[in-house]
T-cell receptor
Framework: DQQVKQNSPSLSVQEGRISILNCDYTNSMFDYFLWYKKYPAEGPTFLISISSIKDKNEDGRFTVFLNKSAKHLSLHIVPSQPGDSAVYFCAASDRNFNKFYFGSGTKLNVKP | KAGVTQTPRYLIKTRGQQVTLSCSPISGHRSVSWYQQTPGQGLQFLFEYFSETQRNKGNFPGRFSGRQFSNSRSEMNVSTLELGDSALYLC?????????????FGDGTRLSIL
């Protein structure tokens, strides 16, 4: 049973516009959420995280929103750039910070 | 600080063989996790080691095993290889305790089974 889900396998956005990537989770024990970016032939790179005590965390062009009641988080990229084209994974960890659960990824294509 | 290092980067094996993959975590990181990524799939959790002990385990058969050494370096072993084991195997390290910390990934080992 997949505890972290990314229901959109792909997303295409025009350069300069906003990219919104979504992620849903089922386990209410999760209290730490992360986004990773992955280019082909490379390992995932940590992008941004959020603790369950917050509902928003911003880092430059990247903002993560957390809606605990809906068990939903999203990543906003504004403005989107062609270099942002990659696969984005969301992840969550349990209270013991020992185990990370990953979604299946969303492939973002930012068109010039 | 050096990142997570995985060796080898690419490996070709045949069915029935066994394979050992290596992972050197970021200096000071004591937790090492292994993941399998296949086309169209997310990262499937294999197991996590902390201070030489397996702390968590995913839903993989016993053919998949691992260990961690006193210097936190970790190895993963797959015995009696099957065609379906062809995948990218990723290792990630983190401090493993205390405040929330992200995992940091290596570039993976691409295993192909012929």
């Amino acid at each position: 049973d997949q505890q972290v889900k990314q229901n959109s396998p792909s997303l295409s956005v025009q350069e300069g516009r906003i990219s919104i990537l979504n992620c849903d989770y089922t386990n209410s024990m999760f209290d730490y959420f992360l986004w990773y970016k992955k280019y082909p032939a490379e390992g995932p790179t940590f992008l941004i995280s959020i603790s369950s005590i917050k509902d928003k965390n911003e880092d430059g062009r990247f903002t993560v929103f957390l809606n605990k009641s809906a068990k939903h988080l999203s990543l906003h990229i504004v403005p989107s750039q062609p270099g942002d084209s990659a696969v984005y994974f969301c992840a969550a960890s349990d209270r013991n910070f020992n185990k990370f659960y990953f979604g299946s990824g969303t492939k973002l294509n930012v068109k010039p | 600080k050096a990142g997570v290092t995985q060796t080898p980067r690419y490996l070709i094996k045949t069915r029935g063989q066994q394979v050992t993959l290596s992972c050197s975590p970021i200096s000071g990181h004591r937790s090492v996790s292994w993941y399998q990524q296949t086309p169209g799939q997310g990262l499937q959790f294999l197991f996590e080691y902390f201070s030489e002990t397996q702390r968590n385990k995913g839903n993989f058969p016993g053919r998949f095993s691992g260990r961690q050494f006193s210097n936190s370096r970790s190895e993963m072993n797959v015995s009696t290889l099957e065609l379906g084991d062809s995948a990218l195997y990723l290792c990630a390290s983190s401090q493993g305790e205390g405040q929330n910390q992200p995992q940091h990934f290596g570039d993976g080992t691409r295993l192909s089974i012929l």
